[in-house]
């Protein structure tokens, strides 16, 4: 099993791009989840999925967007980038957020934006 | 909405010395899971606490959840500089997951 696994690993935006960030994972999990990370803090949620079809706001979903056609697939798609989504990008996912289930995360995708 | 908080933010101790998080949820918690994140990586799972009161030993690493399952602490003994990360607790809220800000540990050789 490759566990979750994002594309690209790097990516420099000029201001105004837009680009998506590809997360697949083959673990079967329902849920899945993007979040950010920014130099030295923690983690925040950008969004969510419970299932295919199903997406949901996280705490700082502004600037983002994000499909879920099928269980493996969840891209995150960044519009008019601005350089305050310079940041460190983790896909994750799960079986169910409920006791017993933990949350397994990508490697990252680190993006500058410039 | 739920906050984690987690003190302290940072900690620079001595190889051989002591280390302990602490983390405090603004609600009561089914669950609280911690993670490890070293320089460079991504999180990786290490321990869930259920039960009021808990307490789980990794070798060196020692977890608590408390009695009112709000809190919980890792404590790591004699710490090592593969101790060297950030560690971040979470506990679920509805269909997320909400994590402290971590603490980053570092170790001096």
């Known amino acids: 099993n490759a566990g979750v696994t994002q594309t690209p690993k790097f990516r420099i935006l000029k201001i105004g791009q837009s680009m998506t960030l590809q997360c697949t994972q083959d673990?079967?999990?329902?849920?899945m989840y993007w979040y950010r990370q920014d130099p030295g803090m923690g983690l925040k949620l950008i969004y969510y999925s419970v299932g295919a079809g199903i997406t949901d706001k996280g705490e700082v979903p502004n600037g983002y967007n994000v499909s879920r056609s099928t269980t493996e697939d969840f891209p995150l798609r960044l519009e008019l980038a601005a350089p305050s989504q310079t940041s460190v990008y983790f896909c994750a996912s799960s079986y169910s957020i409920r006791t017993g289930n933990t949350i397994y995360f990508g490697e990252g995708s680190w993006l500058t934006v410039v | 909405g739920q906050q984690v908080m987690q003190i302290p933010q940072y900690q620079h101790v001595q190889e051989g010395e002591d280390f302990t998080t602490y983390c405090n949820s603004s609600?009561?918690?089914?669950?609280i899971q911690w993670y490890k994140q070293r320089p460079g990586g991504h999180p990786v799972f290490l321990i869930q606490l259920v039960k009021s009161g808990e307490v789980k030993k990794q070798k060196r690493l020692t977890f608590q959840f408390g009695e009112a399952k709000k809190n919980s602490s890792l404590h790591i003994t004699a710490t090592q500089t593969t101790d060297v990360g950030t560690y971040f607790c979470a506990g679920p809220a509805g269909n997320m997951l909400t994590f402290g800000g971590g603490t980053r540990l570092m170790v001096k050789p």
């Open positions: 673990m079967n999990h329902n849920y």
């Open positions: 609600t009561t918690l089914s669950n």
